[in-house]
Every structure is written in C-alpha cells, then in structure tokens.
C-alpha cells in the first residue's frame, strides 16, 4: 500500500471459476460470431465442470498444469488443450482489465507442441 500497487483481492477471493465463466459468457461470448459462441459455451462448461469451485485468486499454475496434463491424457489434441487454457487466459484478462479484479497474475499457456508435417 506505501509504494501505491495494493491490490484490492476481496472480489477475486470469493468470485468462483464458474461465476466468472457465466459472467464472460453473458458479456464477452454474446458479441462474438455464432460459431465462435457455441465453441466457447462448450469448452466453457468443460472448464466450470473441472474447475469451476475454485476462486479466480486460488487458481495456481500447478492446479492448470494438472487440467492440461489431463486434458492430455483423455487423448485431446494439443490444440484444442490451447483453445481451452486461451478462453481460461482470455477470462483472466477481461477479470483483470474490464471488472477490476485484483489478480496477482494471469494463466500462462503451455508452449505449442507444432504442427507435425509429412
């Protein structure tokens, strides 16, 4: 507080995943194209099932690595494992950024396995 960067986490601490999802799917989702919608609506419910009674201040890194690791071994693509952790991403920013959540950080993503050519 004496340097000026106080973080206010009381809403971030008792904001749950799901929430926030909910909140994201109403205000952010609803502008994007139909196809983009349904696509975010089911990865969404996916992400609220498997993490939604977190709070948005208690999700750590190790808690995403663990939902990507299982993500992978159900046999999902790494692709769609990014497309997952980006809408995560893309809710922690808008949390941060448009509703003034205090959040220390935001979710990082895994790097890219490429594209295999033959």
């Known amino acids: 507080m004496i340097r000026g960067v106080y973080i206010k ?33 089911v990865r969404a419910a996916l992400i609220g099932e498997r993490l939604g009674r977190y ?24 692709s769609t494992v990014r497309l997952e952790l980006a809408l995560l991403g893309h809710l922690y920013t808008v949390a941060i950024k448009e509703w003034g959540l205090g959040l220390a950080y935001n979710i990082r993503l895994p790097a890219s396995d490429g594209r295999k050519r033959m």
Request: proline share 4%; glycine share 4%.
């Open 9 to 41: 986490r009381v809403p971030s601490e008792s904001t749950t995943i799901a929430s926030a999802l909910d909140r994201y799917l109403k205000e952010i989702t609803s502008t994007k194209r139909a196809s983009t919608q349904h696509g975010e609506k």
């Open 55 to 78: 709070t948005l201040a208690s999700l750590s890194p190790d808690i995403v690595a663990a939902f990507r690791d299982d993500r992978r071994a159900e046999g999902k693509s790494a």
